[in-house]
């Protein structure tokens, strides 16, 4: 197959696979997706949809984050883990948005990149989700795909990102990076993988990752 080919299959695979799309963290606005992407950091999003409801109880927009302390924050989100950090960023990030933007979250990468606590993921995450602004968001599974796949040379989250725009179609991206999550999680998992079972990596999977998972295989 040759690449174009490659990225055809894999468009038509996962819109046939998944043709709505649900996103993985539970919000209501910007504001609050925001604060959800943030906490899923070394996280995993069921433990975050889990803790986001306590403190949205107690507040779901800036103004009355700000009114809880640091150490206040820090109690509710402990179990979501690195919490001193991220209840640190939620505060600073709140009085930021209260004092630079009216309370309302920025819609552009660059100004989001400057909150605390707000790396170049999780500032794609919001503009994608919360404002339908294109955007390639690469995570975990992204980035283990896009080298099982043959489309990405697997070095660093960086060039995986720069692939996957140069390679998909703009106007597919918000779409085709949840999509790839969804895929990543229930068929091409880092571990227990069958390969039986990830049609897309079996087609166009590329050679070395093919052959090391079938010497693991004859291993066991």
Avoid: C
Wanted: no cysteine; charged share 25%.
């Amino acid at each position: 197959m040759t690449k174009t080919e490659k990225v055809d299959f894999v468009i038509r695979t996962l819109q046939d696979l998944y043709p709505q799309i649900p996103v993985p963290l539970d919000h209501q606005d910007p504001y609050t997706l925001l604060i959800a992407v943030l906490m899923s950091a070394q996280s995993t999003d069921v433990r975050v949809n889990k803790i986001t409801p306590i403190l949205f109880a107690k507040a779901n927009n800036p103004y009355d984050m700000v009114k809880l302390s640091v150490d206040e924050i820090r109690e509710i989100i402990k179990p979501v883990g690195l919490s001193p950090m991220k209840a640190k960023g939620i505060f600073g990030l709140s009085k930021i948005l209260i004092d630079k933007y009216e309370g309302k979250v920025p819609q552009d990468i660059e100004l989001l990149e400057e909150l605390p606590a707000v790396g170049h993921k999780t500032a794609s995450v919001v503009v994608s989700q919360a404002f339908g602004i294109p955007a390639f968001p690469v995570d975990t599974h992204i980035h283990r795909l896009m080298y099982r796949w043959g489309l990405s040379n697997g070095k660093n989250v960086v060039q995986t990102e720069k692939d996957a725009k140069r390679l998909f179609p703009e106007e597919l991206w918000n779409e085709l990076h949840l999509q790839i999550i969804w895929y990543g999680r229930q068929y091409s998992p880092a571990r227990g993988w069958n390969l039986e079972k990830d049609v897309i990596t079996n087609t166009i999977g590329r050679k070395k990752v093919l052959n090391d998972y079938l010497k693991t295989k004859k291993t066991r």
